[in-house]
């Protein structure tokens, strides 16, 4: 289900405070360091779209809730009460003055505060603290315009979103990007919309989109040379063609990966192509729509592989899937060098978190080097595997710098025989009809692949040459 119908499918029926309490045990489970993915398994499959869209939300605005919960109560609640209380005031906060926007629309402050009420009393585990509750929340609802006048005084800039990210993760920001710290964090805590990518062996994407989108009622814009983003996202099975295999979900953004790699390639077919962290195959997908090449994917796990194998039947395509560590090549590998390499890293997600606003408070500040030194590791394990005049397109969803300019830098400095070519760099988040002006930045980047891109999740595209 997509985040931004989510609510709207949610039975009418299902009372607020009934919601509330799942989004406290998914709140506390996030905060206990549990995916929202995961989290949000155990909710009841006819709550679990509303319930989602309401946790997007809290997640969107949890450095403030942590904020308002310290401040109206010092000595830390327990974890299922804390994450209750915490979750309110977001959405009560979010509400002001009058009326809560976004996913919780059409609920006042005063609505919310007494479902939480609710939602305290009618819970097991709860219902001795509705007293409690009910007296913080009151409270804030009360004291609101002063609260907030203090916590604007101590953010950053003075801008209460920007600490809706964790403290480590804005002074990130701000030493890779300067004075674009604020509008990358204003990006990233906005919901992104359905992006659709359109398999050219059936149709253009804007024959999909004027022969079979629009006749059908569903609205959209043209998004990069494959792309169509929805102006409603919808369950995508009741899109034209989805089991026919006419259109695949990817971001705008990772939809540059195969068209950058295959450009690079001398003309023909069959060449040796490895992905080498494939899984569930989006970029697989695309390689093979574009191209008939030989393709590996590989991933290191074996479930996720059989994402792979789901994804290329529904879509028609063929490639070699093996589970197996690209970084340790002498497990799998033929000892045929390969023409072209993607390597789709492992990373910290930071560039995704529009759509996974549970990322930032998962992540600690310690993975960004442990990760980059997991790059590093795949980027020399299958750099020998590259023939030499073959291309390696290196990719990461990430926008902080170690995981992709200086990933990158570092890579050219040891490799004499590496030579970066024209690739678009670290792509910043980007909404549409939101005209902030983020584009590409960094040293390493054209821009020209993504000039046609209307909306994006953050990204980071290098494209190595071996000398011959
Ligand atoms: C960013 S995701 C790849 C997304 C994929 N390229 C797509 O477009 O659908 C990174 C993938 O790397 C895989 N991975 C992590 N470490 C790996 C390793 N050492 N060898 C192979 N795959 C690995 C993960 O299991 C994960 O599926």
Known sequence: MSEQNAHKTSPRNVPLWQQLQQVAQVVQQVQAGSSTATALEQV?????PGVQALVYQVLRGLGIGRWLREQLVPKKPAPLLDALLTSA???AWRAQPEQCGGHAEGYTGFTLVNQAVEAAKRHPRLKHQGGLVNAVLRRFLREQEELEVVYRAQSPQRDPELLNLPRWWWQRLQQDYGVQAGDIVHQALQPAPLTLRVNVRHLSARDYLEQHLRPAGIEGILNGAHGVTLAQACPVQQLPGFAEGW???QDAAAQLAAPLLLEALPQGNNLRVLDACAAPGGKTAHLLELADHAVTALDVDPVRCQRIHDNLQRLGLQATVLAADAGAPASWWDG?????ILLDAPCTASGIVRRHPDVPWLRREQDVPQLAAQQQ????ALWPLLVPGGHLLYCTCSIFKQEGEEQIAGFLQRHADAVARAAPGHLLPKHHNKDAGLG????????TASASLVDHDGFFYALLAKQP
């Open 44 to 48: 009841p499959a006819g709550l679990r």
């Open 89 to 91: 005031l977001v959405l």
């Open 247 to 249: 259109i695949s979900v």
């Open 336 to 340: 045929q060098p390969f023409d072209a």
């Open 377 to 380: 590791r795949l980027l020399e």
């Open 440 to 447: 590409e930045n960094g040293t390493l980047g054209t821009g």
